[in-house]
């Protein structure tokens, strides 16, 4: 669940996208995995459904890491929030999101898809920096 004001609108990157509605400062966390807004649909679910409700599920979800055979998918704008070989987000940790750095209002809020899905392959053939190479962000010091 987004824990920051966001809308959706169109994308540089890709079809629509999720983007800060206020100033988001690095360290911030802007997302938290919340069970009554974030929805697991098991893959025999999945399977059984009609073909186009199966594209958007493929598209708008990715797996839960540690529950195999489910799959989540956000109610909120977040399933908007487009792919980047330089994200402005960390999502290394599962159940929550951080902003890897200052996220200005109006900027597009993104992230790397391979943090939280191992099977994506990235749309391109630049290579990237893998997730591990990168510091893990926590909550700003008080």
């Known amino acids: 669940m987004l824990l920051i004001s966001t809308y959706v609108g169109l994308s540089s990157i890709e079809g629509l996208g999720v983007f800060a509605d206020e100033f988001v400062p690095r360290g911030t966390l802007i997302w938290l995995y919340n069970p009554k807004f974030d929805i697991l649909v ?4 999945v399977d059984a459904l009609p073909p186009h409700m199966q594209n958007y599920i493929a598209r ?3 797996p839960h890491l ?11 704008n977040g399933k908007y929030m487009n792919h980047s070989r330089t ?3 960390d999502f290394r940790l599962f159940d929550r999101g951080f902003a890897l750095t200052d996220i200005a209002q109006g900027d597009e809020i993104t992230c790397n898809y ?11 053939t ?3 920096a893998e997730p591990a190479d990168l ?5 700003p010091a008080i």
């Open 135 to 139: 510091p893990v962000l926590g909550p």
């Open 66 to 76: 540690e529950r195999p055979g489910f799959r989540v998918i956000d109610v909120d």
């Open 60 to 62: 708008y979800s990715y």
């Open 126 to 128: 630049v290579a990237f």
């Open 114 to 124: 391979r943090e939280f899905d191992p099977a994506f392959v990235d749309f391109g």
């Open 87 to 89: 994200p402005n987000t």
């Open 42 to 45: 098991g893959d025999t679910d």
